[in-house]
């Protein structure tokens, strides 16, 4: 009896313990990380200007009637050089013909440069680094020799004398600028793919058996794919930088096509009675690439420690 009476007791003691202990259900995360979102926004007003700049342009290149329904290549000569305005937001130029028009459909060309260029950059100098990276060697040696090449001579130059080769037009400045920038995407890709390898789970993928073409599409390159879009990212300002500076010379499409660098250059002439030909265009294209910037250094480091 008494027996009985001390053993229940101390079930129901142990029992009661482990079912308070027992954790309840994690809910989910959602909501967690939606605030966690809206403080990191929240705190970076920046941040949150240079996405609503960066969302506009690419808008403005795809859908370029949502900002205007003046056509860019139609001038009318009495309103020439009317200066910002309710009628011209942007003024006019020598032809009559609205500078913000063709701002905004400007925006087409320059975006389809940038992207070309991002891209062809991404691209081989992303192979480059990869093989330099996981086949090492002297397939290495030789393709590092190489991108050393391309970094001694200093990109503006090396875009100059490609375009020079290749001839004039968009597609070609956008070709040129993207392979001036493939030794630092090369060099970046290079450097993650080395850290990468040496990894312990990349050794226990090869221990495995893995064969290398698995080791390097599962493990290696998506592990190593985090700063080098980062990298396209900030790219993407400079891109549009180059190609700017580029339609500026003269090497982008041919006129009428109202590139923003091209709009840059044909308003230079008339700096004294028409600021704005070449001021706002140039605000412009300042505005897109301290924007792509902004957005490249939040990616970079910023919202890492804020996880």
């Known amino acids: ?21 027992t954790p309840p259900a994690p809910g989910p995360r959602l909501g967690v990380d939606v605030r966690r979102l809206l403080r990191f926004f929240l705190s970076r007003p920046g941040l949150v200007l240079s996405l609503v700049v960066v969302v506009l342009v690419v808008l403005a290149a795809f859908w370029p009637t949502l900002f205007t329904a003046r056509d860019p290549l139609l001038g009318v000569p009495a309103d020439n050089f009317q200066p910002p305005g309710v009628h011209h937001w942007f003024g006019s130029d020598e032809l009559g013909r609205d500078t913000y028009s063709r701002v905004v459909h ?5 975006l389809k440069a940038t992207l070309i260029a991002v891209t062809v950059a991404f691209a081989v100098g992303g192979a480059l680094g990869l093989v330099a990276g996981f086949v090492g060697r002297w397939v290495e040696d030789v393709l590092m020799r190489f991108v050393d090449v ?42 993650e793919v080395l850290r990468v390898r040496q990894a312990v789970f990349v050794e226990a993928a090869r221990s ?17 794919m985090g700063p080098v879009i980062v990298l396209a990212t900030l790219d993407f300002g400079t891109a549009v930088l180059a190609v700017s500076s580029l339609s500026f ?59």
């Open 208 to 224: 495995s058996g893995a064969r290398w073409y698995s080791v390097l599409g599962r493990h290696v390159l998506p592990n190593a």
């Open 106 to 110: 400007g925006v087409a060309l320059s």
């Open 1 to 21: 009896m008494s027996r009985s009476l001390v053993t229940e007791p101390a079930t129901q003691a142990g029992l009661e313990p482990q079912a308070a202990a």
């Open 150 to 191: 391309l970094l001694s001579i200093p990109a503006l130059f090396l875009s100059l004398a490609l375009v020079t080769a290749l001839g004039y037009g968009t597609v070609k400045v956008a070709v040129a600028v993207g392979i001036a920038s493939v030794a630092s995407f090369a060099r970046v890709m290079r450097a």
């Open 249 to 307: 010379l003269g090497y982008g499409a041919a006129p009428p096509a109202p590139e923003w660098g091209t709009l840059v250059s044909d308003g230079r002439n008339y700096l004294a009675n028409a600021w704005w030909l070449s001021t706002l265009p140039g605000l412009t294209v300042a505005a897109t690439v301290l924007a792509t910037n902004r957005i490249a250094r939040a990616l970079d480091g910023e919202w890492a420690k804020q996880r």
